[in-house]
C-alpha cells in the first residue's frame, strides 16, 4: 500500500531474494516508489488483468503508480532467456506531484553484498553479486545512495516516469536496449494479454469478479517454461505471529498443483493443464530419494533437492522466526498425492487432450505401486511433523487414485491389471467405511486410530467417495460444523485435548481451503441456502484486491504464505458448484 515491493525473488519463484523487507524491514531490502508526504491510498487491479494500480491522494493533487510484469509479443516472448521485467509507471493525475523512488537491494536473502554501477548519464543502474545481478533503466536521472539508488522528481498533471526493474540470464548489460522506454506499449500490450487470457473463461456464474480474480492469480503461479505450478510465491509468512510454523511454498506440491489443474480445466484453461501433465510425466521418470515412485514436491524445474534451512540473521514477519528456505516436507510419505494426480488427469483426458499411450504407462507404474503401498501409515495433506498415522484422507485418495485408473482403463481400453485394481479400490472402501467411521462421534475422523476431526474429509464426497446426502457424510458436516468451525471460518482439525500430534507446538489460525470445502459440501448435500450465506461471508475475508493467504485468524486478519494456490482453488470450485447447483434449482 505504500508503494514499495517487499519482496522478489530473481530469476525463479524459488531464486534467492532480491527484495525482502516483509521478513525483515531493515536488512531485507525494497524498491519503493511513492509520493512523498502524507497521502490516502487505495488500491485496485485493472479489470481483468494482472495490472496493479496504487492511487495516491494528498492535499496537492492526486498521484498513480502502476506496476506489472509484461507479458507479450513487445516484452520480447516467453522463454527461459528472454528479459524478466518489473515495470513502474508514476503519474500525476492532477495537481503536481513529488515522487521519490528508492532501490535498495539485499541479495541472496540478505547474506550477500553488492556494487552498483550508474550509466547512460545516471539514467541505467546496475547491481551485480557473483551470482545474482539485475538492472533499473528509468526515464528520469538516478543518484547513488549508499547500496542503493534514488531518484527524486516532481511531474506537472499529465505527466510520468517509468522505471523498468529488468533481469536476463547471462551479462546483464543486455538487458538495456537502445531504444527508448516505453512503458505505455508495454501496458497496453500487457492489458491485451491478460484481457485474452480471461476471454476464454467459461464461467459466467454469480461470482464472476472473484472467480476471475482467483484465475488470474492461479496463472501467475505457473512457471511457463516447465509447466510446473507453485504453491505459493513466499516463504516463512507466519501461521501464528510470532509462532514457529513458517513455511517455504515456493515450490510445486503434486497435491495443490493438481488441485489447481482440475480448477483451471472448469474454467476451460486446458493449455495450462496439458502443460502440469507433461510436467508430471517427466517426474515419473525420474528417481527420487523417497518412498514410492512421486516425490510429494519438486522445485518448479523439477529437481527432487530441496534441503530445508533457516535464515537466523532475519527477524521473520512480525517477529516471527525462524525463516525457512526449503522444505523437509519433500522427504515425507504422502499417499494422498496419487489420487489428486490421478483425478486431474482423469479430467485433463476428459476436457482437454486425451493422455497418451507414454503417459498411461506412467499412470500403471503409478496404479501398481497404490495398490502394493496404500496400507502404509503416512503424513498426509497436513504434512505433519509428528509420526506417520493411518490417515482417513490418504486412504480415501488411494481410493480415487484407483477408481479414476479404472475409469480412464475402460473409457480409453487401456490395457490394465483391471481385476487387481479393483479388489484393492474396493477393499480400501471397506477399510475406512469399518476404521475411520466413529458411531459415539456420528463422524469420519482423521485417522483409524482416532476420535479428532479433520477437515479434510469434507472431500468425500467432491471425490465422489461418497454420496453427498449419504447420512454419513451428512453427520460428519454437522460435526465439522459444531466442532471445528467458527461461523464461516473453519479449523483444520481439532485443537484441544484429542488434538492429533502434528509435532509442532503453537496453533494456527483458521485454515481458508477448509471453509470453501464445507461450503462445497453443504451446496451438495442440499443446505443451498446456509452453503450460499457462508460463501457470501467468506468473500468479505479477502484483502482489498480480492487476495487470500493460507489461513485467516480470529481478529480476520489473514495468515500463512501469500497468496495461495489451494485457497484460490477452493473458492474456484465452491463458487462453480455452488452456483450450478443454485441454477438447477431455479430451473427445477
Not at 518489473?86 to 515522487?99: F, L, T
Not at 475422523?445 to 457424510?473: G, K, N, Y
Amino acid at each position: 500500500m505504500n508503494g514499495s515491493i517487499d519482496w522478489c525473488c530473481l530469476p525463479r519463484f524459488d531464486s534467492p531474494s532480491i527484495f525482502a523487507a516483509i521478513l525483515d524491514k531493515e536488512k531485507g531490502g525494497y524498491y519503493r516508489l511513492a509520493p512523498e508526504g502524507e497521502c490516502t491510498v487505495k488500491q485496485m487491479y485493472l479489470p481483468d488483468t494482472n495490472i496493479l494500480v496504487t492511487r495516491f491522494h494528498g492535499d496537492d493533487g492526486m498521484g498513480e503508480v502502476i506496476d506489472f510484469m509484461p507479458v507479450g509479443r513487445e516484452s520480447g516472448g516467453q522463454t527461459e532467456q528472454s528479459v524478466r521485467q518489473i515495470i513502474r509507471i508514476a503519474k500525476a493525475v492532477h495537481g503536481n506531484i513529488r515522487y521519490r523512488m528508492e532501490c535498495r537491494p539485499a541479495f541472496d536473502y540478505a547474506r550477500q553484498p553488492h556494487t552498483v554501477e550508474l550509466h547512460s548519464r545516471n539514467r541505467d543502474v546496475i547491481f551485480r553479486t557473483p551470482k545474482q545481478q539485475f538492472a533499473v533503466k528509468s526515464t528520469h536521472p538516478m543518484r547513488l545512495d549508499g547500496s542503493g539508488v534514488t531518484s527524486v522528481f516532481t511531474l506537472a498533471a499529465g505527466e510520468e516516469a517509468v522505471f523498468a526493474l529488468r533481469h536476463r540470464e547471462g551479462k546483464v548489460d543486455d538487458a538495456f536496449p537502445s531504444e527508448p522506454l516505453n512503458g505505455q506499449q508495454l501496458l497496453n500490450e500487457t492489458a491485451r494479454y491478460w484481457r485474452q487470457w480471461v476471454s476464454r473463461n467459461r464461467y459466467q456464474g454469480r461470482w464472476r469478479e472473484i472467480v476471475t480474480r482467483s484465475a488470474l492469480v492461479l496463472k501467475l503461479m505457473t512457471y511457463q517454461p516447465t509447466g510446473a505450478i507453485v504453491a505459493a510465491p513466499t516463504t516463512s509468512l507466519p501461521e501464528a505471529i510470532g509462532g514457529v510454523r513458517n513455511w517455504d511454498y515456493r515450490y510445486t506440491w503434486v497435491r495443490d498443483a493438481a488441485f489447481t489443474v482440475y480448477s483451471l480445466i472448469r474454467l476451460g484453461y486446458t493449455e495450462e493443464a496439458g502443460a502440469f501433465a507433461r510436467f508430471m510425466q517427466d517426474r515419473t521418470k525420474q528417481e527420487t530419494p523417497c518412498e514410492g515412485p512421486l516425490q510429494v514436491m519438486y522445485t518448479i524445474d523439477g529437481s527432487c533437492e530441496i534441503p530445508e534451512i533457516t535464515l537466523d540473521h532475519l527477524e521473520g514477519y512480525r517477529g516471527s522466526r525462524p525463516v525457512r528456505v526449503g522444505n523437509a516436507a519433500a522427504g515425507h510419505l504422502q499417499l494422498d498425492i496419487y489420487g489428486e494426480l490421478m483425478d486431474a488427469l482423469y479430467l485433463y483426458n476428459k476436457y482437454g487432450q486425451p493422455l497418451s499411450y507414454d503417459m498411461w504407462s506412467a499412470v500403471e507404474t503409478l496404479m501398481n505401486w497404490v495398490v502394493k503401498n496404500w496400507e502404509q501409515p503416512d503424513r498426509s495433506i497436513w504434512e505433519v511433523r509428528g509420526p506417520a498415522r493411518n490417515f482417513t484422507y490418504s486412504k480415501m485418495q488411494c481410493w480415487v487414485a484407483l477408481d479414476r485408473g479404472l475409469r480412464l482403463a475402460e473409457k480409453r481400453s487401456f490395457p490394465a491389471d483391471h481385476q487387481t485394481w479393483l479388489k484393492e479400490r474396493d477393499r480400501i472402501y471397506r477399510t475406512i467405511m469399518s476404521c475411520s467411521w466413529r458411531e459415539g462421534e456420528s463422524a469420519f475422523t482423521q485417522a483409524f486410530d482416532s476420535d479428532a476431526l479433520d477437515s479434510s474429509v469434507l472431500l468425500m464426497p467432491l471425490m465422489l467417495f461418497v454420496s453427498p446426502v449419504d447420512p454419513r457424510i451428512v453427520s460428519t458436516i454437522d460435526r465439522v460444523r459444531q466442532k471445528l468451525a467458527s461461523d464461516a471460518l473453519v479449523l483444520r482439525y481439532d485443537t484441544g485435548e484429542r488434538q492429533a500430534d502434528d509435532g509442532l507446538p503453537g496453533r494456527e489460525g483458521y485454515f481458508s481451503v477448509c471453509s470453501f470445502w464445507l461450503v462445497e459440501a453443504m451446496a451438495r448435500a442440499g443446505q443451498l441456502e446456509e452453503a450460499q450465506l457462508l460463501f457470501e461471508k467468506l468473500l468479505s475475508y479477502a484483502n482489498h484486491l480480492g487476495l487470500y493467504s493460507e489461513e485467516i485468524s480470529s481478529r480476520g486478519e489473514l495468515l500463512g504464505n501469500y497468496p495461495q494456490a489451494l485457497t484460490h482453488l477452493g473458492l474456484i470450485s465452491a463458487a462453480y458448484n455452488l452456483d450450478h447447483l443454485l441454477g438447477k434449482r431455479s430451473r427445477a
